[in-house]
């Protein structure tokens, strides 16, 4: 049979600056580890990047169904890349339900790739379609390349004697091998993964190695004309250094790692599992060699009690969850802020409330992080905007924590937990230690111990028991100020409300001023943003301003406090628009603290926003 190699595009020629990849399929398929695999390749291959894995929220839901599907969308590019994409350019569906759930999103004149070999009959009232949509001309509007992915794997797979489940479960390495053939990828790193996973079964090793290979050469080798061809994109310029890529959750268990070491101090994690959070535990739990201590709870509230009394003895106590279990944890939160000691909380949102959306993003914490829990209970709030960035912003939680011996909470998402991107590997030495000092001896008039004296940053000496001559009471009831002994009466009560919420108003002293992260310090329109809007509020406002339009972003970081310098900032714009995964809660706290005319962009689908959504906001506040 005669053969002819694909066109390949490069970038001196007509090639994207960016291209937008969703691989959809059953759960079971394999969507993640693939998209996963693909992304490895693509950060070796030095393209800027930002994935979105969108999980069912079912464990194992039903083969073919629509509530079943998994898919992972990756934006990489020669160009920087700050979100997963708006509308995919080419779209791997593996089976109809697939394609139903995911086609719509994909932008018109995209490509469709789908394995013939699950469109069953079957298959096709699962996703409830009436007639097949390879065939009947609904899918007019997109490129179609449709062929039987599953029969081509088990052909790739037979000399190695897998039985039909096995040989099918090769099918997601079959399309991983085409996709790195459509996009210049090199085979040789995920040959070598491949043999590490399976080395104590090296058949299988082998059958997902020719799987792979099958896929790579039906592109290079197919008669597909204009269909199919092979995409090259330059390495973004990057300054020189290590790159990895690294996930929300990987960054801030790292982050916590070198947090603590800056302490100087022993970290002890009290866990208990939930979506999206789980995967902080997992990763702590390799990393006893720094310092570390695990534990996974019976319960959300054992979780963190088991952290504050970490705290108490002289850890850095860190406990995590998400929305529901932040809620259980809320009386322990409590406790902590009025024993005044160093506590990181770690929130991973996700839809709600109650169990809501298990596997879905959304911002719905920032009241219940700011104001949720019983009594005049303050504490600060940080906000990550991205995988890479929740190193940081863990790093400055546990800075917080211990200089101002209060709790602090970290909020990430579910789209920031699961995402990636590439990371500069930071030169750790570079960042300035906080050393903890503990009292040692005693601090007030004529020997006697002031656990609760205050040093200039309103934050209460830190004594681990056992000290000698440092005994004294602690726990959940109110304090004498200085004494710290049991008192109910109403000055002391008032002295130590006023005393708790004076060290984490101080907080604001020492964190740096707010600035325009794009554009000016004043003008027609500020878009304001926190956590994971960050990529697509930035892009949107780069496209604007190239538009000639004047707008500006600022993201914040440090939800509570605020910067000092924020409300004189936002007043010199005429309008301010506040896009968040939620019913408006941040702009609602501008409102309160600055008595400034925010208005909101919300959403609450449980997916990130596109650009598209606010560079169209951006226009109609403008208009």
Partial sequence: MATQLAETETRSSNAPDAVVVRFAGDSGDGMQLTGGQFTLSTALSGNDLATFPDFPAEIRAPQGTLFGVSAFQINFGSTEIDTAGDAPDVLVAMNPAALKTNVQALKAGG?????????????????????????????????????????????????????????????????????????????APLVEWLNNKFKKNPVLAEANIAALNAGHAYGETAELGGQLHQTHLDPVPSPAGLYRTVTGAESVALGLVVGAQLAELPMFFGGYPITPASSILHYLAGMKEYGVTTFQAEDEIAAIASAIGASYAGHLGVTSSSGPGIALKGEAMGLAVMTELPLVIVNSQRGG?????????????????????????????????????????????????????TPVM??????????????????????????????????????????????????????????????????????NPGTGNLDYSPGAHQAMTDARKAKVDGVA??????????????????????????????????????????????????????????????????????????????????????????????????????????????EGALA
């Fill in 111 to 187: 490509l469709i790739i789908a394995d013939t070999g699950e469109f069953t009959k079957r298959n096709l009232e699962k996703a409830k379609y009436d007639a097949n949509p390879i065939e009947d001309g609904s899918l007019a509007k997109w490129k179609v390349l449709a062929f039987d992915i599953s029969a081509l794997t088990l052909e790739s797979v037979k000399p190695f004697g897998l039985g039909n489940k096995e040989a099918l479960r090769c099918k997601n390495m079959w399309t991983l091998g085409l996709a790195l053939w459509m996009f210049d990828r090199d085979r």
């Fill in 353 to 405: 409330p109650s169990t809501g959306l298990p596997t879905k993003t959304e911002q719905s914490d920032l009241y219940q992080a700011v104001y949720g829990r019983n009594g005049d209970t303050p504490l600060p709030v940080i906000a990550a905007r991205s995988p890479s960035d929740a190193f940081d912003c863990t790093i400055e939680a546990c800075r917080i924590a211990v200089q101002y011996m």
């Fill in 410 to 479: 970290l909020l990430t998402d579910g789209y920031i937990a699961n995402a990636a991107e590439p990371w500069q590997v930071p030169d750790v030495s570079a960042y300035k230690p906080f050393p903890v000092q503990f009292l040692q001896e005693p601090n007030g008039p004529d020997g006697t111990l002031l656990p609760y004296a205050r040093d200039e940053k309103g934050a209460r000496p830190w004594i681990k028991p056992g000290t000698p001559g440092l005994m004294h009471r602690i726990g959940g009831i109110e304090k």
């Fill in 509 to 618: 002293k020492g964190i740096p001023a707010q600035e325009v992260t794009l554009g000016n310090d004043k003008g027609k329109l500020a878009v304001v943003g926190w956590g994971s809007t960050y990529g697509p509020i930035h892009q949107a406002v780069r496209r604007a301003r190239a538009k000639g339009l004047d707008v500006s972003h600022i993201h914040v970081r440090h939800i509570w406090p605020l910067p000092e310098n924020l409300g004189d900032l936002l007043r010199g714009y005429d309008k301010i628009l506040v896009p968040e995964m939620n019913t408006g809660q941040f702009k609602t706290v501008l409102r309160d603290q600055f008595l400034v005319d925010a208005r909101p962009l919300n959403k609450t689908s449980g997916q990130p926003f596109t650009i598209a959504e606010i560079e169209a906001a951006i």
